[in-house]
């Protein structure tokens, strides 16, 4: 959140301008005004939420006064632009009453959709120990114990409050329980006649545009590969299982797979430390600490904030840190410094049920590291068929930087260390 640039027109102005939040933004795009013209604002209120490439940006009164919006909703204003204007010799109206809510966003129909069908508000979530109460399905346990919840915690939207794996996968993203399916798009809600076509247009929003001239600059200024292994998860999950009660009575925070992932990765970073480096014109840049990106899906897009010197936290740390980044993405609030920097990245599209892909880079980093979803799968161990919970694992990299022996060996290093914990803690 950031106060806003103030410069007195006269005795009775003051005007509300874009702040500067970073080196490197340069603009940003009225996401949400919180107020209308005339509206009366208080001395720190919200009075808008800004839209840059890196985050979204709350800008909050400085002065007391009647407000005039001068830079609409959707507009880009550049660094020091005037967005508004309060009137400071205007009163507070008589019983406080409250300014009126702000308009929606705007979208521009090309062809005008029906009105969209109306439902009413979802019920409130079950009590907890109504779902707990319940006989878990097969896919639900197994999504339970893989992840190290407690059934408990999860609220139930089946039926007669049973817990779905919609549920649990909310649970794990830190929102609110599911009530429904996912509704369709508007324009899908819509009832449109037989024959009628219709298509509607919306302008990228500056964090989805830039996204977008990310990943197309990764694809054409490096020589991106993709190595591949598999993971046996069980003694991962054996200990998460031991001692997830412990751990979330001790720290407040469950005990997930990314701090394992993390971990290793930091260990393999140490032993390979040109995949934590970087290509700066002819030179090689390379870091001696470690700064993990951890990639979150946000309503706005895909958004990578960065975990400082993740070298020196504890399991319990990663684990707060994971998370309190996760929910602040969804809510639109990580600041631009936390989206800045990062040496290396990894990204779990296993929460999403993908069984393998092939992540592309994070520029200017050098490689990042994929994780995908535990499959109970059949492996030969020791000449035996055994069932074991895999989790297939990627790594992007780099190929002018990072040789393909380093690469597989880096990610050989990481199946080692997560397939025996007790590595991290020995240091071997």
Not at 121 to 139: D, G
Not at 257 to 281: C, H, Q, R
Not at 332 to 359: A, C, I, Q, R, W
Request: glycine letters at 8%; a negative charge.
């Amino acid at each position: 959140m950031f106060k806003v640039s103030r410069e007195v027109i006269d005795t009775m102005a003051v005007d509300v301008k874009m702040p500067n939040v970073g080196e490197s933004v340069q603009e940003g795009v009225i996401h949400k005004w919180r107020f209308k013209s005339g509206d009366f604002v208080n001395r720190d209120d919200v009075l808008v939420e800004l839209e840059t490439d890196k985050a979204t940006v709350e800008v909050v009164a400085e002065s007391s006064g009647a407000i005039e919006i001068i830079k609409k909703q959707g507009e880009t204003v550049a660094i020091g632009e005037v967005m508004a204007r309060i009137d400071t010799s205007a009163t507070a109206p008589a019983g406080g009453a409250k300014p009126a809510a702000a308009p929606a966003p705007s979208a521009v129909p090309i062809t005008p959709p029906a009105p969209p069908t109306v439902t009413a508000a979802p019920p409130a979530p079950p009590p907890v120990t109504q779902a707990s109460s319940m006989p878990l399905s097969p896919a639900v346990r197994r999504m339970t114990e893989e992840h190290g919840i407690s059934p408990g915690s999860v609220h139930g939207t089946g039926k007669d409050g049973r817990i779905t794996k919609g549920d649990v996968i909310a649970h794990m993203e830190g929102g609110a329980p599911a009530t429904a399916p996912s509704p369709a798009p508007a324009m899908m809600r819509a009832s449109v006649p037989a024959g009628v076509r219709t298509e509607r247009r919306e302008q990228m929003s500056l964090l989805r545009r830039r996204i977008a001239e990310r990943l197309v600059h990764a694809q054409e200024t490096a020589a991106i590969l993709t190595t591949f292994n598999e993971i046996d998860m069980s003694n991962v999950m054996k200990i998460r299982n031991d001692y997830k009660d412990k751990f979330k009575e001790k720290y407040g925070v469950g005990l997930g797979f990314m701090s394992f992932f993390i971990k290793a990765a930091v260990e393999a970073l140490k032993t390979y430390p040109a995949v934590n480096g970087w290509i700066d014109g002819n030179d090689i840049v390379y870091h001696d600490f470690y700064d993990i990106g951890v990639a979150v899906s946000s309503n706005r897009g895909l958004v990578v904030p960065v975990i400082k010197d993740a070298d020196h936290l504890s399991m319990a740390e990663l684990e707060m840190a994971v998370g309190d980044y996760g929910k602040r993405a969804r809510d639109g609030k990580l600041s631009v410094d936390e989206m800045t920097g990062g040496t290396f990245t990894v990204s779990n599209g296993g929460v999403f049920g993908s069984l393998m892909s092939t992540p592309i880079l994070n520029p200017p980093q050098s490689a990042i590291l994929g994780m995908h979803k535990i499959q109970e799968r059949p492996v030969v161990v020791n000449g035996e068929i055994v069932i074991r919970p895999m989790m297939y694992v990627a790594l992007s990299y780099d190929h002018r930087i990072i040789d393909g022996k380093e690469s597989v060996s880096f990610l050989v290093k990481i199946k080692e260390l997560v397939e025996d914990p007790t590595r991290l803690l020995v240091g071997v």
